[in-house]
């Protein structure tokens, strides 16, 4: 019996208005059992389930339905809609591919095709699909926003941002185009312009949960912390089971010591290590100290990177002709804590054995900086963010020998650049206390206590290890600083025990504060000094130390200052106080350099050994704890001994002057010949091991 076409136009009315959906089947099975098998009638009740997210039931009816109408192309096409919003996009590929063959100038089948390539990885056939979609209709809104999405994943950003502007130009409500040129320029660094486009998106659309997210990422960046913390709450209201926006709230709350609900939100994203989703690990270094699951986390986090096979640079091993040729890429060529760090290194480079070229992609501008690298013989190239085709261009024109990646996969990475094999020798250094997770790196630098030799530590790092001989970090040499006139400047009492973290925020946890809590309790007329970032932080520690009956006038908070009054204002301290998951590092090293005694906890990972590692250096093991009851039984006995911590103080002067920590000359010679060493197995056709002096 065939049913009434009216009949059906209003079950498809009813249909696209979601009225009463579950009532909606029982009256079509009841025509069912009527004509059986009535294929419109088949084909509504798999969408209606497919509606009510009763996905067994959707997948049923499609499978019942195929089996008698195996080649329609409605019911094929609508089955491989339902298989992509279940990302069993291998199924979906292989449907559409077929759909194509009856249909090959079906937009929407191209479009569909071109989404499951794209979400399987495959971004080369995902732009080519795409692109002939927009050949049959160049002005299809989402065949324009499906090609612009290809090439932002494969960093063609200037690219992805003409296709964004131009679908947006036909359907100027599109809230999916407004959200993804936020996107665009949030990866430029335009987080003003990025702000504008996430809140167009969600005038037009206020239950889109990425936009809110990615919103909140922005206003955390611009420092606007109250209305980041709302915009991260609507998408986790929205969103319940995406873990992101949730990972991005807890990382907030943790970067200012708000530890109300600390053990379940950091058991939940230490959980995420197990989810097929990529997480950042960079966020995770200071929540746990676990090398075994920091590998895992970098591994998915490196195999989300896509590349354009065509873009591959080839033939990047030079020519020998004298000069080793190494490129160090990073954002942070300005007043940051790696340039700090490096200008020694910069300045000690044999410039007639290395030519240096200095790939810059940050937003930030420093003249200071640049010319003080230019000065130093090195050459600056502004990679432009918006094209990765002319970046790739760029550096194979300059055939590398070393391509060393400063950032890892902290803010404003570019690490996806190394996937393309930006030289014949890639090494991790510096920036990153972690391991990259991919063979795409060949080294890591490291020293010994970093990365003890032949333990089971050293399985859970990708690269082979480069070992300096004394401390994988480089420091400037030591110089004279005139010191402070009084405590008073600095608003420190003129008496009493001072305890510095000038640590950022985000590592310190409650282990750490409710030990130096009890240790301020334990020591009279003491004190702690913290580096304040925001009245939130301020606000939060007060409320803690509170909470444990502690004057809230011992807590004091040092603002952000410049690099050279910071380090005459450490030398006003007594004792420096370490975090345990993820150290201080150059401002340990600035501690040490002030003559600032430092306590630490050696924990297992890199991020974690790192000021054992400079005390270690300069000889004075006897400050590195194994453990959070020695940590504080040493705080302790150095507080209450005036005479040791004094002791201890000349020797921290007097080692510092005397090691190989503060020689820059010396520092770089090594770190050159074990260059020399890696650079000499890749001109020999070898692999790559680890390497020591």
């Given amino acids: 019996m065939k049913i009434p076409s009216e009949r059906i136009k209003n079950f498809y009315e009813r249909l696209k208005s979601n009225e009463s959906l579950d009532k909606l089947i029982v009256e079509i099975d009841d025509l069912l059992k ?7 009638l088949l084909l509504i009740k798999g969408i209606c389930y497919f509606k ?60 569909n095709l071109g989404i499951s390539y794209f979400h399987l990885g495959e971004i080369d056939n995902s732009l080519s699909i795409f692109s002939e979609a927009l050949e049959i209709n160049d002005l299809d809104h989402n065949s324009l926003l499906n090609y612009a999405n290809s090439l932002m994943e494969l960093g063609l950003l200037g690219d992805a941002e ?67 913390i709302l ?10 089971n995406n873990n992101l926006p949730k990972l991005h709230l807890t990382i907030l709350y943790l970067s200012v010591c ?40 970098s591994k998915k986090w490196f195999s ?54 200095i790939y810059n992609y940050s937003s930030k501008k420093s003249k200071k900086w640049i010319n003080f690298l230019i000065n130093n013989g090195c050459k600056i190239i502004n990679i432009n963010l918006k094209d990765i085709n002319k970046s790739l261009d760029t550096i194979k024109s300059d055939q590398l020998d070393i391509a060393i990646d400063l950032k890892g996969y902290t803010h404003e990475s570019r690490s996806d650049l190394f996937k393309y094999r930006l030289a014949p020798l890639q090494i991790n250094y510096l920036g990153y206390p972690s391991t990259m997770g991919t063979d795409c790196f060949d080294y890591i630098i490291a020293d010994k206590t970093i990365i003890p030799p032949n333990s089971d530590l050293r399985k859970n790092y990708s690269e082979k290890i480069i070992y300096m001989p004394h401390c994988y970090q480089p420091n400037n040499d030591i110089t004279k600083f005139k010191l402070p006139n009084s405590r008073q400047i600095f608003h420190l009492p003129s008496d009493g025990l001072i305890y510095a973290c000038f640590n950022n925020p985000i590592k310190i946890t409650p282990i750490e504060f409710n030990i130096w809590s009890n240790i301020l309790i334990r020591i009279e ?45 450490l030398k006003l301290a007594d004792i420096f106080l370490d975090c345990f998951n993820y150290n201080a590092h150059t401002t340990a090293s600035d501690a040490l350099r002030a003559g600032l005694p430092i306590v630490t906890k050696k924990g297992k990972q890199f991020s974690a050994r790192v000021t054992a590692s400079l005390l270690s250096s300069i000889k004075l093991d006897e400050l590195i704890t194994n453990s959070v009851v020695e940590y504080e039984n040493l705080i302790i006995k150095l507080s209450e001994d005036n005479k040791l911590l004094k002791t201890i103080k000349r020797k921290v002067v007097a080692n510092t002057q005397s090691s190989m920590l503060f020689n820059s000359s010396i520092y770089t010679r090594n770190y050159e010949n074990l260059l ?18």
């Fill in 676 to 693: 020399f060493k890696a650079n000499e197995r890749v001109l020999l056709g070898k692999a790559p091991v680890d390497l020591e002096l």
């Fill in 304 to 357: 989300k990177f896509k590349i354009q096979s065509k873009a591959i640079a080839k033939n990047m091993k030079s020519v020998e002709s004298g000069k080793i040729k190494i490129g160090y890429f990073s954002s942070d060529f300005y007043e940051h804590a790696t340039m700090h760090l490096m200008s020694g290194l910069f300045i000690n480079h044999d410039k007639q054995k290395f030519e240096i070229f």
């Fill in 34 to 40: 009527i004509s059986k098998n009535y294929l419109p």
């Fill in 258 to 297: 708000n530890w109300s609900n600390y053990e379940k939100q950091v058991k939940h994203l230490l959980s995420l290590k197990d989810s097929n989703f990529p997480f950042p690990p960079f966020y995770f270094l200071s929540l746990e100290d676990s090398p075994e699951n920091q590998i895992i986390r």
């Fill in 52 to 111: 009510l997210k009763k996905y067994n039931e959707c997948e049923e009816t499609f499978k019942h339905s195929l089996k008698i109408y195996p080649n329609d192309i409605n019911l094929l096409s609508n089955y491989g809609v339902f298989l992509i919003n279940l990302k069993r996009y291998e199924e979906s590929k292989n449907i559409y591919k077929s759909l194509i063959k009856l249909q090959p100038k079906n937009q929407s089948f191209l479009n």
């Fill in 231 to 240: 915009e991260f709450k609507k998408a986790i209201e929205l969103e319940p």
């Fill in 162 to 228: 003409i296709y964004y502007k131009k679908s947006l130009s036909i359907n100027q409500r599109s809230y999916l185009a407004l959200y993804n040129l936020g996107i665009v320029n949030k990866k430029n660094g335009d987080l003003q312009t990025a702000k504008s486009f996430f809140l167009k998106s969600i005038e037009i659309n206020n239950n889109f949960s990425s936009a809110h997210n990615n919103l909140g990422v922005v206003l955390q960046e611009m420092g606007l912390i109250k209305d980041s």
């Fill in 525 to 569: 007329n003491s004190y702690l000094w913290l580096l304040s970032t925001n009245d939130i932080f301020k606000e939060n520690i007060l409320s803690e130390i509170k909470k444990k009956n502690i004057d809230p006038k011992r807590i004091i908070f040092a603002p952000v200052m410049h690099h050279d009054e910071h380090l005459e204002r």
